[in-house]
């Protein structure tokens, strides 16, 4: 249940990171 979490966690964090990324190089 926990590595569960965590694994949903870092995808959340990944996408996260992908979009703000993304958002950057659009400035």
């Known amino acids: ?3 569960e979490k965590v ?3 870092q995808t ?3 996408s ?3 979009n703000l990324e ?3 190089e659009e400035e």
């Open 1 to 3: 249940l926990n590595e």
């Open 16 to 18: 996260a990171i992908k």
């Open 12 to 14: 959340v964090k990944d």
């Open 7 to 9: 694994a949903k966690a």
């Open 22 to 24: 993304r958002a950057i």
